[in-house]
């Protein structure tokens, strides 16, 4: 496409002012060589070069987006009113026909192969939704789907309250409109380790939502019983330009089936606390089952054992789905682990290959049964 006269609008300024008093900041290094490093609610931007920087400009009335790159001195002069007019490419962000349906309609939660879906009917649709709805009980998550015309929402479930985000449709992109009156926030780790704030104002009943979501993954829209407002966090622009194509070359090919996707394993809860039973037949005394929330303090303690001893890596933003499913492993196998070095080698090798979220386990079976016995009681 052809570049064109791009006219410097108050809101692209001030971004460019809040670039420039960010770049010349003193202090620790700057984080600006990536894409979206700087972002803000009309865009978002990086260098790709030594002074080269590019930006994205989504137009307020949110039908055009221009790719603009500049020189940092042309920041400067944009910031300091010296600049009114650059060249820049200028493309359409509403369409004005759906595209040709192609594929299958696509559904994404978490950042490994096997936490996403290929959808072939409605039904495993919404079983994957109600999944992922039943662990949000335990924490937020994020959830994409894209539609067979590529169309995308993102959604962000907590428990009963959903909030959705329309990137990318023939109606454009916006946000779901709950109860203006609230003010409170929750956050979210994104798909890249990233932390996202989402208002309670945004968010609908689940139900609401799981019919919108439906409707999406069919239509490419969310339907009418659903109000969006126009508008979506600068986090979340990029995503538009990102297709099922592009999504499935970052991770592979999608399991077809829910059985092969990583839903099983996280729709499976640590077991219920099981109170003691006072066996008045023993000579003995017998040592009460740990509850829940006495496991999932254990993983964590044994978590920073291994770190403090560079024994292990995890991923950011991991560290509660961790210790819910190692708490899971240590009600079954943690006390044998810590008398069978058998017992413990097969833990320290399930830590490393099953837990979702640790990179890497160096430890070894011995190592892993001393940190256990150091990490049981607090």
Request: aromatic content about 8%; proline content about 4%.
């Amino acid at each position: 496409m052809s570049e064109e006269p791009f006219y410097i609008p108050d809101d692209f300024r001030a971004f460019m002012q809040r670039v420039v008093a960010y770049v010349d900041t003193p202090g620790e290094e700057k984080f600006l060589d990536a894409e979206d490093a700087l972002q803000d609610e009309t865009g978002y931007g990086g260098r790709v070069g030594e002074q080269d920087y590019k930006f994205q400009y989504i137009t307020a009335d949110g039908l055009n987006k221009w790719e603009l790159p500049l020189k940092e001195a042309a920041i400067r002069d944009i910031a300091d009113g010296l600049l009114v007019e650059i060249m820049g490419i200028k493309r359409d962000i509403v369409r004005t026909k759906q595209r040709a349906p192609s594929g299958e309609p696509l559904l994404v939660w978490g950042e490994y192969h096997e936490d996403a879906l290929s959808i072939s009917s409605d039904e495993q649709f919404t079983a994957a939704l109600d999944s992922l709805q039943l662990a949000s009980y335990d924490a937020p998550r994020m959830l994409r789907v894209w539609s067979a015309h590529d169309d995308q929402c993102v959604a962000v479930i907590k428990g009963d309250a959903v909030a959705l985000f329309v990137v990318e449709s023939i109606e454009g992109y916006g946000t779901s409109i709950g109860d203006r009156s609230r003010n409170e926030s929750f956050e979210v780790v994104d798909h890249e380790g990233q932390t996202m704030t989402v208002p309670w104002a945004n968010c609908i009943s689940w139900p609401i939502a799981r019919k919108g979501l439906l409707y999406f993954m069919r239509h490419g829209e969310v339907g009418q019983g659903i109000e969006l407002d126009g508008s979506i966090p600068s986090q979340l622009l990029m995503m538009g330009d990102i297709d099922r194509k592009s999504a499935l070359d970052m991770r592979g090919s999608a399991p077809s089936e829910l059985k092969r996707s990583s839903l099983p394993r996280m729709s499976t809860p640590i077991p219920a606390e099981v109170s003691a039973i006072d066996e008045r037949t023993q000579p003995h005394e017998i040592e009460a089952p740990l509850t829940s929330e006495q496991l999932a303090a254990w993983a964590r303690r044994l978590i920073e054992v291994l770190f403090a001893r560079e024994l292990i890596e995890i991923k950011n933003g991991h560290i509660e789905e961790i210790t819910y499913q190692l708490g899971g492993l240590l009600q079954a196998h943690g006390i044998e682990a810590q008398e069978s070095l058998e017992t413990a080698d097969w833990l320290a090798n399930e830590m490393g290959t099953a837990v979702r979220g640790i990179s890497k386990l160096f430890a070894t079976g011995g190592d892993l049964q001393i940190a256990l016995r150091r990490s049981k009681d607090a």
